[in-house]
């Protein structure tokens, strides 16, 4: 065991009191980091500066200044900007790219007094469930090195899990927080759409993306999520909403809470063992006096459908400033603009991320327009409806967060449309801006299995506390991956 | 929809990327397969229902307009592949 098994409201207080440095736990994660560099959890780790923000941690501390995130080392998803760091978001375009700002997200966790200690690995442009996709090689999952972390947070999934840092940030536009935050047997929490500035994060589909905290357990996320939410003016779609203390209704009483379990969530496609362990977690939820109701969603197999066509439409058009001209990657001897064009977007883009240009440059080409995009955008509003007549019934909605546990590397590269299925029960709150937390509810052949608790919009605490609940009722979240001991 | 060879140089081109030729095939079959999947909504009667652009149903707020940013543009252009004098420098676009 070590200091960074240790939860951040721990390691808080242990800070707070005296026990423990900021120095001595960035120091421990950053040589955590480095002895288990075969993971391939960072693309940059930040020693020098983290050890500087660690020491100016401290010095707030003795100071009487620091707050419960003071002091706390955490990694950030290489899809936020960071002043004076390299961005690169899994990408070649973007492997020489220095932010010259902040990222909302990465200013107030900075404010906060979270020391930085390193960038996290990703699929391209947080387009993957698998984390191959990235420019900088594959992830390697804590649990069994010959499977995928999930993606595309896969590299903050890996590096909480692994015990390199306490804490992590990510990014959800069908699934990378929740997906593989299962798939390495952690907490994740996808906020509503609007909760957390998107200032800063390197765009994908503009109208899904969403900025969360990855962590061991729900309490973590809380204070997480209370630090990273709320109105940004440079964000035109954050909400003017207050902030709510996400940790004071965490030990909330759940007696009377109505759960809807989803048929179309636990039909075909869903390994029956998963299926089993998501049916012990919800039993005790029951223990704990929450109702359970069967309910249908009755559009939930089109979300995928309908993913398809908006995020990839509002990819390649946000992807579309990726030039040659004024940052990135640019060809060599360009012969002319198009060539220059062309080519630096050939080769600065790895396949799947040209994949995804295609398809929404083709949905949204003339003639298309109305048979794909107007079509997924009306499936949308019957996928939220969908949602909302659930709420009228219930409380929150539960069910598996991936249909099966962490694949083999290599096992679904080959085929995009297998590897889209392993979003099929995440994709849908993106659609309708739904807060969703994944927490590990049990082991299928030694790897761990999510639960996913959905809420509606701005119930952030109600998830949260039904997390946190279920956490004190279980241990699931405190088993440790082999890739945890030392090397 | 199935996407040819042809179909797919045309989308590459309109996305301005550069496609190895050999790899032609295999975007066509993978494009073909994900335009399957999507058309799958086509089963579902849509007429009427109006569509959903976004998540969040609020106005856009407004600011006065003021200018708000300093210019950093030396700083910005310390990213650009090429600059001079403050400007981008690209491939001659006009002979």
Known sequence: MSVLDKSIVELGAALAGGEVTSRELTEAALQRIADARTLNCFVTVCGEQALAQADAADARIRNGGGGPLTGIPLAHKDLFCTDGVKTSCGSRMLDNFIAPYDATVVARLKQAGCV??????????????????????????????????????????????????????????????????????????????????????????????????????????????????????????????????????????????????????FGGGLDSDVAAAVHAAVDVLVGLGAQVKEITLPRQDLSIPAYYVVAPAECSSNLSRFDGV?????????????????????????????????????????????????????????????????????????????????????????????????????????????????????????????????????????????????????????????????? | MELGPEDVAYIAHLARLQIDEQDVPLYARNLSEILRLVETMNAVDTDGVVPMAHPVDTAQPLRADEVTEADRREEFQRNAPAVADGLYLVPKVIE
């Open chain 1, 326 to 487: 004024r940052y990135g990657y640019r060809c060599a001897n360009p012969v002319d603009l198009e060539d220059l064009y062309k080519r630096s977007r050939g080769e600065g883009f790895g396949a799947e991320v040209k994949r995804r240009i295609m398809v929404g440059t083709y949905v949204l080409s003339a003639g298309y327009y109305d048979a794909y995009y107007l079509k997924a955008q009306k499936m949308r509003q019957l996928i939220c409806e969908d949602f909302q007549q659930a709420f009228a019934e219930v409380d929150v909605i539960a069910g598996p967060t991936s249909p099966s546990v962490a694949f083999a590397r290599g096992e679904r590269t080959d085929d995009p449309i297998s590897m889209y299925l392993s979003d099929i029960y995440t994709n849908a709150a993106n659609l309708a801006g739904l807060p969703g937390i994944s927490v590990p509810c049990g082991f299928v052949n030694r790897l761990p299995v999510g639960l996913q608790i959905i809420g509606n919009h701005f119930t952030e605490q109600r998830i949260l506390n039904v997390a946190h609940r279920y956490q004190l009722a279980s241990d699931w979240h405190d088993a440790r991956p082999p890739a945890a001991e030392a090397p």
């Open chain 1, 116 to 265: 930085m200690v390193g960038k996290t690995n990703m699929d391209e442009f947080a387009m993957g469930s698998s984390n191959e996709n990235s420019y900088y090689g594959p992830v390697s999952n804590p649990w069994d090195v010959g499977k995928v972390p999930g993606g595309s947070s896969g590299g903050s999934a890996a590096a909480v899990a692994a015990r390199l840092v306490p804490v992590a940030t990510g990014t959800d536009t069908g699934g990378s927080i929740r997906q593989p935050a299962a798939l390495c047997g952690i907490t994740g929490l996808k906020p509503t759409y609007g909760r957390v500035s998107r200032y800063g994060m390197v765009a994908f589909a503009s109208s899904l993306d969403q900025a969360g905290p990855l962590a061991k357990s729900a309490h973590e996320c809380a204070l997480l999520l209370g630090a990273m939410a709320g109105h940004d003016a440079l964000d035109s779609t954050s909400l003017d909403l207050a902030v709510p203390d996400y940790v004071s209704a965490l030990h909330d009483d759940i007696s009377g809470l109505k759960i809807g379990l989803p048929r179309e969530y």
